[in-house]
């Protein structure tokens, strides 16, 4: 079962960056689809970047152009650039596979955009 642990989250001003990383334990990484998802306060877990096993990327309308998501397969890392970060971005931001995998939710990294 493989398991995720995200990080990179952090509080930042409107307009501003952040690249989030997710590393992956377990073999069998580079196969899988990966996504991250966020849940904001009051609000379901939602998917907002995907990329395939074979490098194919797919963004929610809300981050486009914005966000880019990367991976990694030789560190079984998956990444989130995170540019001109809005108010409204502000959530625990997570990693998993697409579909994902109810056991492997990891903690989140918590994304806060505030002045």
């Known amino acids: 079962q493989v398991q995720f642990v995200e990080s990179g989250g952090g509080l930042v001003q409107p307009g501003g960056s952040l690249r989030l990383s997710c590393a992956a334990s377990g073999s069998m990484f580079s196969i899988y689809d990966m996504g991250w998802y966020r849940q904001a306060p009051g609000k379901q877990r939602e998917l907002v970047a995907r990329?395939?096993?074979?490098?194919?990327?797919y963004y929610a309308d809300s981050v486009k152009g914005r966000f880019t998501i990367s991976r990694d397969n030789i560190k079984n890392t998956v990444y989130l650039q995170i540019n001109s970060l809005k108010p409204e971005d502000t959530a625990v931001y997570y990693c998993?596979?697409?579909?994902?995998?109810?056991?492997?939710w990891g903690q989140g990294t918590q994304v806060t955009v505030s002045s």
């Open positions: 998993n596979r697409v579909p994902y995998y109810e056991g492997s």
């Open positions: 990329i395939s096993s074979g490098y194919g990327t």
